[in-house]
């Protein structure tokens, strides 16, 4: 099917593999899936490697594990192949260097000769007249002798593109209507770079004219360089995708660009996640991060926040995509977060805690994860949360301090005869479900003149080691009548030898 346009829809996701996923770039993946999937259009993931400085060879499999976690699964790209392929660009610089040439010779382009020591210098000199920087276009007005001249040199070269000296460019964009451009303020950019690499402004133009890419979706960061884009477009004359910038995500205060070089703070002063892999890390559930990307930016409609990606796939018809920088909500992550949690089944919660339990160097036991699963649900924003609420249910030992087992007015002789008096009660209880557990532990508050809480609370010391943890009566039946026992002994022992 296609949108407004006669073309059927062809989306692609065209990322540098420089390292994890940043959640900006995972927002452009969801926006393209999103469009791509509403028109029931093909999504393309397509490699930008041509900058060989920025290199990372483990980059491509972190990139798309990122992709695959957060469920945006691409319908031609690496990993799968498609009719358009290779789609990496560091395997097709053929393409680029017969189109780059084919600009030179028909005259929208030309090679460029200068050393990068007379482009320097060229800055200075513009600096020094407070010109804005740029290059002066010296090669462009090269004469065809003195070209041959340093050709018969060899002399390495870059080839540049002819942008018009006056007039207007005016482009075109989905979200943000006409954008108008003076052309005086455009430069002479490099299209090939000396070592046969494509740059980004051709590398991009000529993979979604072979790849017959509609809707070209990516941030704004690149709208500055669209003028120069139309240009290349119009010069090889070659059909134009929609173009779609998107905005950006700002830190939460709104105040810049989210970067993985200087992590936002939350209002704790802890530092945020901002790449895919830290969300991954961090605990958060792919369906809550993908529903919060999709409030950033566009909107659902009907003051809904919360939906799934199937009816956001209904609505996402490319309208309603905010062309405004909005700024990266956090809090209602974590909030989301804990919805999304608390909405999973108990077993499909307990299924991805493990990794989380494990990777804290707890032994699972599947029984107890799936009893103490449920007492955790309501309390856990993030996966990562739960090692340290329920570790103690897995782990032989717990950490006891004598100072923490002796509640509130209380002293350690009374918290010994407490733990002991509770001890014998427990360990005669004909049951030891927690309802049968809780009444006899108030009757013994109240015959040893304490308040429930100041022997729930020594109790909870002795047997989670914890100031808080889940519910505490259901916590012991999972434990188990003889580790409660020996634990609640542990710990009167340890009060004994502190005497
Ligand atoms: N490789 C470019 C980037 O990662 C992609 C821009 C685009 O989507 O065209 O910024």
Redesign the pocket.
């Known amino acids: 099917m296609s949108d407004s346009t006669h073309r059927p829809v062809r989306v692609r996701f065209?990322?540098?593999p420089t390292g994890s996923l940043h959640i900006g770039?995972l927002r452009?993946a969801l926006f393209g899936w999103l469009f791509a999937r509403h028109y029931d259009g093909t999504f393309i993931l397509r490699i930008?490697d041509t900058d060989q400085k920025r290199f990372d060879p483990t980059a491509l499999a972190t990139l798309t594990e990122a992709l695959r976690w957060a469920g945006l699964m691409w319908d031609e790209g690496p990993e799968i192949g498609g009719e358009y392929g290779p789609y990496v660009q560091s395997e097709r610089l053929e393409h680029y260097q017969k189109w780059a040439h084919w600009l030179v010779d028909h005259g929208k382009a030309y090679r460029c000769y200068c050393t990068s020591e007379r482009i320097k210098e060229v800055n200075e000199q513009k600096q020094a007249r407070k010109e804005p920087p740029g290059y002066d276009r010296f090669c462009r007005s090269l004469t065809p002798d003195q070209i041959a001249e340093r050709e018969a040199q060899g002399l390495p070269f870059v080839i540049r593109m002819k942008m018009p000296l006056d007039g207007k460019t005016v482009v075109q964009d989905m979200i943000r209507g006409d954008v108008e451009f003076e052309n005086s303020t455009q430069q002479d950019m490099v299209l090939l770079k000396s070592d046969g690499f494509p740059t980004?402004h051709l590398a991009?133009v000529v993979d979604d004219h072979l790849m017959a890419i509609s809707h070209?979706m990516?941030?704004v960061e690149?709208l500055p360089s669209f003028p120069l884009h139309a240009q290349i477009w119009q010069a090889l004359d070659w059909e134009m995708p929609i173009h779609m910038h998107l905005p950006v995500l700002l830190n939460p205060n709104g105040k810049g660009k989210i970067s993985k070089r200087k992590p936002p703070m939350d209002k704790y002063g802890n530092a945020i996640p901002v790449l895919v892999h830290d969300f991954m890390d961090g605990g958060y559930l792919p369906e809550a991060v993908i529903n919060f990307l999709s409030n950033i930016g566009w909107a659902f409609g009907d003051d809904r926040e919360i939906f799934t990606m199937q009816e956001a796939i209904e609505r996402f018809d490319g309208t309603r995509i905010n062309p405004a920088n909005s700024a990266f909500p956090v809090e209602k992550l974590e909030w989301l977060n804990g919805l999304y949690i608390r909405d999973l089944p108990t077993e499909e919660l307990a299924r991805r805690l493990r990794p989380f339990l494990e990777q804290a160097g707890l032994t699972i036991d599947e029984d107890r994860l799936l009893k103490v699963t449920p007492l955790i649900q309501e309390r856990i924003k993030t996966l990562s949360e739960a090692a340290a609420m329920v570790g103690f249910i897995f782990s032989g030992e717990i950490q006891l301090g004598p100072q923490t087992l002796i509640q509130k007015k209380m002293d350690r002789e009374g918290t010994i005869r407490a733990l002991r008096a509770a001890h014998d009660a427990l360990a005669s209880l004909p049951d030891f479900a927690h309802d049968i557990q809780e009444p006899a532990m108030r009757a013994l508050a109240e015959e040893l003149g304490l308040k429930a809480g100041q022997l729930f609370g020594t109790l909870r010391q002795a047997v989670t080691g914890q100031t808080i943890s889940p519910p505490l009566f259901e916590t012991m039946e999972i434990l188990g009548r003889d580790l409660c026992l020996t634990r609640i002994e542990a710990a009167a022992s340890l009060l004994d030898s502190v005497s």
């Open positions: 065209a990322p540098s770039g452009t930008e980004y991009y070209t990516r941030a690149w």
